[in-house]
Structures are given as structure tokens and as C-alpha cells.
């Protein structure tokens, strides 16, 4: 049995403004008309014997993931929260020792949530030689044939050949000589030209027992503080949530550095499918599908002698004269552009927006909730206005707050409200109005989305101006 266990906790920054960090890039729609994540499930159909996943996510993304697993039909997923980020090694200690658990010692597929490959059969004939080798109780990992000499990638040294050559390349094992680090321009062009090296590209497969055995005897550390987390971890509706001082505790560190370079048991798998960690808007031009002058375009935008270039447009018309070899991204409240050659520097524009507490870092003007979404439309000093748009059968937390009063109006569908001690359903084109200090809460009893205007006006509109009576959702003060 193969267990995936889909890595999605990272932030991407550097696809700033699409990528922030509530809404990170693995849960985006950037090449398909699927998310990230969903791509990632989905390239694993066909595969036999393949387990329930297990998916490890930061807890502030967990409705987000939730929801969108459920949307592919996947209904057994086991989602665990980390209350902090502690790289890729304790998060595959925890998830092999949540599979032991079980009383079982199933294959685990590492996959990082934000990958691309395009050839989704030639990667399941190298997942295939890499069930062979796993099954001997060998640690596994996919190297990338690489194509160009990139200086942000890891790269590994191919030892000696495993396995007969089959049907291509992706058939042929290696041993494992050494890890390299990310190199400069003129030793990545060397690392191609001698053809020893393949790309890191952070896939592994190995089973449970084999990485909790061999992380015991490298980095015990971690191994103590995952059992800690798990053993104090609780339960949290559809999540299981590690125990956040045990799992703070625990030294950061990758698989790579924490195992796999220190393993006599590595065995690593060449693959050529077409792969991408779209780590960048370069990254995105290159997987994307073309015009004539070379150009991915999304959305609504309006070109004109323009080349070479990216141009996504998500709120509004965006027109372009004459651009060559650019990236221009357009969201709701911000625009970033770039040319192609300086996008690795997106980074400091996010850490510049840090610094200033600039909102664009963390969230965009829409913001998914376990219920549904709210888009803030206009925000001034003493007012906001706000769309909510709410789930059927969702409910929002009962809560008041003492700063702002709000008057919602129903736009599409019906909406139950409670008020005080008064109850009320209200439908399209009527409104009500809750003044400061007043307990209320609001639901959707209908079959379709409820969406509702809400105006905000008082001397202090922050978001911790909540406090919550009865929440079906274990937030915190927040937008719910």
C-alpha cells in the first residue's frame, strides 16, 4: 500500500501578488483549472494500491485544504495541522509515524504540494522502479534530468547504475554519490555538461518503519519531538492538530540534510516528465501554453506588439504596448511588473511589504473561510464594505463586537439571522441592522449561495474587535 503524503505548507512568496501568505500557491489555479494541490492527488489516479493521503498543512490553510480535497471526492483524507513550519524533515516523521500508528508500515510517496509535471505516465513507470527498491527498504529519491543550468535548484550526483536500462530513462536507479548545493551559473553549466547530476527535486518514497529507523539514528531529536506532538495532539473536527510547544520544539530541517545525505540506503530514481517547481514567475512562462509571440496570457488582457512575455489579468482589463520579455500580474489590489530576467526578486518586494505591515503580504481582498468568502469592496477610516458570500447549510460564529455596528442586505438567496433574541429569515432586498454590543449570528438555510452586502461604521474596525460566543469552527478573533 502507497500512502501519498502531500507536503503543503509552504508560502511561495516569490508569486507575489497571486501567492501570500494566507492564500499560498499550492492552493492555487496557476496552470490547470485545478489547484496545486489538486493536481498533485490527481496525478496519483491510475496507481494501484494506493492509501488514503496524508496531507501536512499549516492550521491557518486547513479549511482551504479541506475543501478542496473534498471537492476531487477524497473524503478519507488525513489532514494534520503544524502550528509552526519546521521544514520537511519533521513533517515526514510525523506523518510516517501517524501511518504506524496504525499497526501497519505502508509505502510512503513524499510529494510536495506545488509541483508541476506535465507527463504524468512516464512519472508513474519511475514511481513503479521506485516501489521496487522501497520495498527492499531503500530510501528513494527522484532526481530531475535536468535541462537547464539552474543556479536555484539543489542537484545530486548519480553513482553507479542499479538496474537494467528499460524503455527510458526513468528505469534506471543509481546509487546516490553525493548532495550538491545550489551552485553558481559557471558550476550549474559544468554539472550539465558532464551529465552526473539531476535536479533535487524533494519526492521521496520510502517505507514508514525504514525513515523513522534511520532518522532515530541521524536525527533522533526530531524523531522525540514528533512523538511528543502526536502523543499531546488532539482531534480538531476533520484535522488532527499537533500539540503546538512539543512541535515548536522541534529542530528545523530537511529531509535532504536531516537523511538522505547521510543514508548508505539511498537509491535515486532519474526522471524526465516534464517537471517544475513554479517557484516563479519565470518558472510559470516557461510550463505555460503560448501564443505566437511566445506570450502566456490569463485572464482579460489586451496585447499589442508585445513579446516573450507574461500577462495575467484577475480583476480587470489590463492592455500592454510594446513589452518584451516582462511579467505583469494583476490582482484586486495589486499589480506587479517585472521583467523576466529580475522576477527572483519579487522576494524583496514581500519582505519590504513585511517590514511596512502592508496587508498585500498576508492576504488578498478576498478571504476563504470554512463558510464561505468575504471581499472587502471599500475601506475607509470609520467605514468598510464588505461582500459575504455564505455556503449553503454554512454557519458563522454567534459573536458581537463593541467598536462598530454592521447593516447587511441580502443580494442572492435567503439568510438566517439571529439577533439578539430575536430570529428573523430574511430574502433578497431586505436588510437588518446590529448595533454595538449585540449578539448576533448569521447562516444560509437555503440550496444556493447566500450573499450579503455588509457595511461597516464605527471608530475601530479591526479584525479583533470580535468576540465569540459560540463558533462551530474553533477560530480565533478573525473575519468569521
Known amino acids: 500500500m502507497i500512502h501519498p503524503v502531500i507536503l503543503a505548507g509552504g508560502s511561495g512568496t516569490r508569486l507575489w501578488p497571486l501567492s501570500r501568505e494566507l492564500y499560498p500557491k499550492q492552493l492555487l489555479k496557476l496552470v490547470t483549472e485545478n489547484t496545486m494541490l489538486q493536481d498533485t492527488l490527481l496525478r496519483l489516479t491510475g496507481i494501484a494500491e494506493l492509501g488514503a493521503p496524508i496531507v501536512v498543512c499549516n492550521e491557518n490553510h486547513r479549511f482551504m485544504v479541506a475543501e478542496q480535497i473534498r471537492a476531487l471526492g477524497l473524503n478519507h483524507a ?44 512516464v512519472f508513474h513507470r519511475a514511481l513503479q522502479t521506485g516501489v521496487r527498491f522501497a520495498e527492499q527498504d531503500r530510501l528513494v529519491t527522484f532526481g530531475i534530468v535536468p535541462e537547464t543550468p539552474e543556479t536555484g535548484y539543489g542537484y545530486i550526483k548519480k553513482g553507479r547504475a542499479l538496474d537494467e536500462p528499460g524503455p527510458d530513462k526513468n528505469s534506471i536507479a543509481v546509487a546516490i554519490d553525493r548532495f550538491a548545493e545550489k551552485p553558481d551559473l559557471d558550476t550549474a553549466v559544468a554539472y550539465i555538461d558532464s551529465g552526473d547530476y539531476c535536479w533535487n ?19 533522533p531529536e526530531i524523531v522525540a519531538a514528533c512523538k511528543h506532538a502526536l502523543a499531546k495532539g488532539k482531534k480538531d473536527l476533520d484535522f488532527f492538530r499537533l ?8 529542530p528545523s530541517d530537511s529531509i535532504d540534510y536531516a537523511v538522505m545525505e547521510k ?8 526522471l524526465q516528465a516534464g517537471w517544475s517547481d513554479l517557484g516563479s514567475w519565470e518558472a510559470l512562462w516557461q510550463a505555460g501554453t503560448k501564443d505566437a509571440h511566445d506570450n502566456v496570457v490569463q485572464g ?22 510594446g513589452l518584451k520579455d516582462h511579467i505583469v500580474v494583476e490582482t484586486a489590489d495589486a499589480v506587479l511588473i517585472s521583467p523576466r530576467s529580475e522576477v527572483q526578486d519579487v522576494r524583496s518586494l514581500v519582505d519590504k511589504l513585511k517590514k511596512a505591515r502592508r496587508i498585500e503580504s498576508v492576504t488578498h481582498k478576498t478571504v476563504y473561510k470554512p463558510w464561505g468568502t468575504t471581499e472587502n469592496l471599500v475601506k475607509s477610516e470609520r467605514f468598510q464594505v464588505n461582500r459575504l458570500t455564505v455556503k449553503p447549510g454554512a454557519v458563522l460564529s454567534l459573536q458581537k463586537h463593541f467598536n462598530r455596528a454592521e447593516h447587511w442586505i441580502v443580494v442572492r438567496g435567503t439568510a438566517l439571522v439571529i439577533r439578539g433574541e430575536e430570529e428573523m429569515i430574511l430574502k433578497e432586498d431586505s436588510s437588518t441592522y446590529i448595533p454595538h454590543g449585540m449578539a448576533h449570528r448569521l447562516s ?37
Open 243 to 250: 500539540d503546538c510547544g512539543a512541535f515548536e520544539a522541534c
Open 263 to 270: 543514508t548508505a540506503r539511498g537509491v535515486m530514481i532519474p
Open 300 to 321: 482579460d488582457v489586451l496585447l499589442h506588439d508585445v513579446g516573450n512575455s507574461y500577462l495575467r489579468a484577475d480583476s480587470r482589463l489590463v492592455a500592454a504596448v
Open 444 to 480: 444560509n438555510p437555503g440550496k444556493i449561495p447566500l450573499e450579503i452586502i455588509e457595511v461597516q461604521s464605527g471608530d475601530y474596525l479591526g479584525e479583533n474587535d470580535i468576540i465569540r460566543l459560540e463558533d462551530p469552527y474553533g477560530e480565533t478573533p478573525g473575519p468569521l
Open 201 to 219: 527535486s524533494g519526492m521521496f518514497l520510502f517505507r514508514a518503519k525504514t525513515l523513522v529507523q534511520e532518522m532515530e539514528n541521524w536525527v
Open 78 to 121: 488525513d489532514i494534520i495541522l503544524e502550528p509552526v513550519g519546521r521544514n520537511t524533515a519533521p513533517a515526514a516523521a510525523v506523518a510516517a509515524l501517524r501511518a504506524l500508528s496504525s499497526g501497519n508500515d505502508p509505502l510512503l510517496l513524499i510529494l510536495p504540494a506545488d509541483h508541476f509535471i506535465r507527463d504524468t505516465a
